[in-house]
């Protein structure tokens, strides 16, 4: 059975920083693409970065671009995601998800498997 949580969110004026953890757990972490996954109220659930099993390779939405950093540690099963000067479109649940494969990729459609998400409200 795998199991994605996530933790991190909070409340965070803008210009602020967050750290999004995903700790896995019931199949091999290192070998299988990862990524970040957002959703407002209202709105569809957008891709927000992704990396490859290894970590060699990742991919971020135009909109996070710059501000935020996908990484993951193999070692201890955690993907993480950086998230600098938020603003408040950055308002969502974020959710981790585990692909199918190796390779990075962006389609929730790729992704097998999903944690429970965490709240992320930037206040102005």
């Known amino acids: 059975q795998v199991q994605l949580v996530e933790s991190g969110g909070g409340l965070v004026q803008a210009g602020g920083s967050l750290r999004l953890s995903c700790t896995a757990s019931g199949r091999p972490f290192s070998n299988y693409g990862m990524g970040w996954f957002r959703q407002a109220p209202g709105k569809e659930r957008e891709s927000v970065a992704a990396?490859?099993?290894?970590?060699?390779?990742?991919s971020y939405a135009d909109s996070v671009k710059g501000r935020f950093t996908i990484s993951r540690d193999n070692a201890k099963n955690t993907l993480y995601l950086q998230m600098n000067s938020l603003k408040p479109e950055d308002t969502a649940a974020y959710y981790c998800a585990q692909a199918y494969g190796r390779t990075l990729r962006i389609l929730s459609a790729d992704y097998r498997y999903w944690g429970q998400g965490t709240q992320v409200t930037v206040s102005s």
């Open positions: 990396i490859s099993y290894s970590g060699g390779s990742t």
